[in-house]
């Protein structure tokens, strides 16, 4: 699988990363999380777009935000899908029953420090509206198990500097700041955007 879309306007490049805030109730009955198949495209498309307006919201005018559509997203999820397995890439959804209500892609990390045995958590979403039941945590443990079924001993993410629940998750899951940061241009006027990045040893669970 390649690497995950990226917000679909005209500079953005890199990773995006919005995480769930969702230290809520237990498991449900129905809840799963299960390697996402090609016709999951469409409904991952459909919650990136909510929760990547929803993450760009105060870093982006709204007629960029606008733009974060299903059909893009779920275009370009399609072509990953059913493309070569290149990076290691794994795509992850969460269902409730079975609809997808969440998702988180994990693959190879490209950062000039990183070694064979670094992942990296490329994204993770959570539909706001099914957030607080586990999902996130479910995804998150999902990635780490990916992660350390292909050798990895070592998990980043990288994450809007301004994303403080985000960081809230990702730090109660045992992730924390390394120092590493970047500027990232996310509008059409070059606007740039603070990422900081997270990560953790795989010994333990994250």
Not at 27 to 39: G, H
Not at 173 to 199: F, K, Y
């Amino acid at each position: 699988m390649s690497q995950p879309p990226d917000p679909p306007h005209d500079h953005s490049h890199d990773h995006s990363h919005s995480h769930p805030h969702d230290d809520g109730p237990g498991p449900l009955a129905d809840a799963s999380v299960r390697v996402a198949r090609a016709s999951d495209a469409p409904a991952v498309g459909f919650v990136q777009a909510v929760v990547f307006r929803e993450a760009y919201a105060a870093e982006l005018p709204s007629e960029v935000t606008a733009q974060f559509q299903p059909q893009a997203f779920a275009s370009a999820w399609r072509t990953a899908l059913e493309g070569d397995a290149s990076r290691d890439g794994v795509l992850l959804v969460a269902c409730a029953g079975e609809q997808v209500v969440g998702f988180a892609a994990v693959g190879a990390s490209d950062d000039p420090d990183a070694d064979e045995g670094t992942a990296e958590l490329l994204v993770l979403g959570v539909h706001p509206e099914a957030r607080r039941q586990g999902h996130g945590s479910r995804l998150l443990h999902a990635v780490v198990d990916t992660a350390r079924a292909r050798g990895r001993d070592r998990l980043t993410a990288w994450l809007l500097a301004s994303a403080e629940q985000p960081r809230a998750f990702l730090v109660a899951a045992g992730m924390a700041p390394d120092g590493a940061h970047r500027e990232r241009v996310i509008g059409r006027e070059d606007e740039t955007a603070t990422e900081v990045r997270l990560s953790a040893l795989l010994e333990e669970n994250p």
